[in-house]
């Protein structure tokens, strides 16, 4: 099978490097599955793993739906021509997320990802794709959007007459903002982009955006303003350090920061005081188990929406470039994307 990797850089942080190849077809188990994946996504761990000088020969990507085309002995609830994704954490099946399920995250330190033509794992790693949907629509999910439905549905509760902050319109903020608004929340949202404000206000109803360019990520004053001095039920952080205590600022009292990425780094000096005295609670989101992804995938398929793909570039298992693949990376670098940035394996 055509497999493509990171390789070793001169220094961490350097350009990202990317070569790809062939290696043999895993061997099947009788509880495992093997996809042929058509089409994969990126996320900003994505960019993190590669930016790792440890990050020698591994296959990236965590995100990737396909075709089932061959079965182990075992399995009973898949079969040859399934559509379904892999989810990030493939053993954490339910319950809480444990040390050993965390060490197998794909495309990451231990674990070889998505960006190959075939991925063999256990049949419970498998969720199908929602009915109707693309493969490229279905692998902008598994990382991405359980983690919005996790912060929004999972560690909180969204619904009618909340007011939900995002932040930015990276694929997790966007993925929020439909599943809030289909709650029937009020979404408040930031965009250091004045291009990016009209396609938010397209939204409709229940949708205030906040320009944050000329005040350097400093949008809890201004939050606290949009709500009437209230502030907001749920804050859905993925930027970390440098934001928590705006983060914390924007919440009522009593209200939920969940916190589910670091794209500002892993360290930041933290308000205690706003914790304590307005009672706030911080819930650390990771993705999410299989069984959260499935009930997430049957609330996608009672309704009508589909994921916000900013551009799908295509990889071809047939040549050796590395081109497309480097460019969808330097794509969502770029911090241009609205919504998710998806590769096409042909």
């Known amino acids: 099978m055509k497999i493509w990797q990171l390789q070793a850089r001169p220094e961490a942080g350097s350009s990202i490097l990317l070569a790809s190849g062939e290696a043999p077809s895993a061997p099947l188990g009788p509880l495992d599955v093997a996809v042929r994946i058509h089409a994969v996504s990126l996320n900003y761990r994505d960019l993190l793993v590669a930016r790792s000088a440890r990050a020698t020969a591994l296959v990236p990507l965590s995100d990737g739906a396909g075709e089932v085309i061959e079965v182990g002995d075992a399995v009973t609830h898949l079969q040859r021509g399934d559509r379904v994704m892999a989810n990030f954490f493939p053993h954490w099946r339910d319950g809480e997320l444990s040390a050993y399920d965390h060490t197998t995250a794909l495309g990451g330190g231990a674990s070889d990802g998505m960006l190959r033509e075939e991925v063999v794992l256990p049949a419970h790693a498998w969720v199908k794709v929602p009915r109707g949907w693309s493969f490229e629509e279905a692998a902008a999910l598994p990382c991405a959007g359980l983690t919005a439905w996790q912060a929004l549905f999972e560690v909180t509760t969204t619904g009618p007459g909340q007011t939900v902050l995002l932040l930015g319109t990276g694929g997790v903020s966007i993925f929020a903002l439909q599943l809030a608004l289909r709650a029937g929340a009020h979404v408040v949202i930031t965009t250091q982009s004045p291009s990016k404000v009209e396609r938010l206000q397209a939204f409709g109803a229940g949708v205030t955006v906040i320009e944050t360019a000329s005040t350097a990520g400093k949008f809890a004053e201004a939050v606290r303003a949009a709500t009437g001095g209230r502030g907001v039920d749920t804050v859905v952080d993925v930027a970390g350090g440098a934001t928590l205590n705006e983060t914390l600022g924007a919440l009522r009292f ?8 670091v794209l500002s780094g892993f360290q930041g000096e933290i308000a205690l005081g706003q914790i ?20 997430y995938v049957r609330a996608l398929e009672a309704s009508d929406e589909r994921p916000m793909i900013d551009r799908v570039f295509t990889a071809s298992a047939s040549g050796s470039s590395t081109e497309d693949v480097a460019e969808a990376y330097a794509h969502l670098a770029s911090g241009q994307h609205f919504g998710k940035v998806v590769l096409r394996l042909t």
């Open 276 to 295: 304590l005295q307005k009672r706030l609670a911080i819930r650390g989101v990771y993705v999410g188990s299989v069984a959260m992804f499935e009930r």
């Open 254 to 261: 009593g209200g939920t920061a969940a916190l589910v990425g």
